[in-house]
């Protein structure tokens, strides 16, 4: 398999022009060419700053596609250290304001989350009631990561989405992605804990478990007594040693009996950490 580096370098190396190179990936699809529209586009992005000309043209034009392109290339998601960002960002702003295109608008949106720049929080909250679920998916993703109190409220209220997709990562975004904890966070994921979609219901579960919320421990009891069916998956192991973890840093004995029941299902990778986390709860008064 190849390495980042070697990859990078690759991209950095391709001979093609950066007209061949912009026609390629006009005339594809991110979705339905998969790389036949990413490998010349990245290629593109380990060019920048030297190629904002032609981006800045892109952004301008009156077709959807180039502006889509041309977003894609500014988002960088393709390179690890990103070069001439606060531009990027400029240059994505700009058209933001003025953009009509969905599709545009969600390529917009992610190119903004891949540069991570907190001046983009404001402008883009006015996006959270945007009809289409795709961009409100596109505004989640872009939002997420963030540890800003304007990013958190907007994925609270989007963690109770009636699209699924923006729900589910909306969840996501708040249960892990950071490290922010407060009232109206916990009590988001908490309304999470009821859902029918496993995977939205294992993100709040997830979430609680790393803040050491105690209500957690109902939701996880259910999870782990039905462990041969448990349909949350690899979030399930997550959700253990979070509740470990925590265990271990308070020594509360609440955590005691749903500690007992994770060593009664046998997650013989936890037991070190497990039998260290039994032995704090149990000498301590918590």
Request: aromatic letters at 4%.
């Amino acid at each position: 398999m190849i390495g980042v580096e070697e990859r990078e370098a690759k991209y950095r190396s391709d001979p093609r022009s950066t007209k061949e190179l912009l026609h390629l990936t006009l005339q594809s699809e991110a979705d339905r060419d998969g790389d036949e529209y990413w490998h010349p586009l990245w290629t593109l992005q380990h060019r920048l700053p030297q190629v904002l000309g032609e981006v800045r043209n892109l952004l301008e034009s009156s077709d959807a596609k180039s502006r889509e392109v041309g977003s894609d290339i500014l988002g960088q998601n393709g390179v690890r250290h990103k070069v001439a960002a606060p531009e990027c960002v400029g240059l994505l702003l700009g058209r933001l304001e003025r953009e009509t295109s969905e599709e545009v608008l969600c390529s917009i949106m992610m190119a903004l989350g891949h540069l991570n720049d907190a001046s983009a929080i404001g402008p883009l909250l006015k996006w959270q009631t945007h009809t289409s679920g795709n961009v409100r998916y596109a505004l989640v993703s872009s939002l997420s990561g963030h540890e800003d109190a304007r990013a958190i409220r907007a994925l609270v209220e989007l963690s109770a989405d009636e699209n699924r997709d923006v729900k589910n990562w909306a969840t996501f975004g708040l249960g892990s992605l950071v490290d922010w904890d407060s009232p109206e966070l916990r009590d988001a994921l908490f309304k999470r804990l009821t859902e029918e979609d496993a995977e939205i219901r294992g993100e709040a579960l997830v979430g609680l478990a790393r803040r050491g919320d105690p209500r957690v421990i109902d939701t996880l009891n259910r999870e782990l007594s039905n462990i041969e069916t448990c349909s949350v998956g690899s979030l399930l192991d997550e959700a253990v040693e979070a509740i470990i973890s925590a265990a271990k840093a308070s020594g509360a004995k609440v955590w005691r009996p749903i500690l007992l029941k994770i060593r009664e299902k046998s997650f013989a990778h936890h037991q070190t950490a497990l039998a260290e986390a039994l032995r704090i709860v149990g000498e301590t008064n918590g």
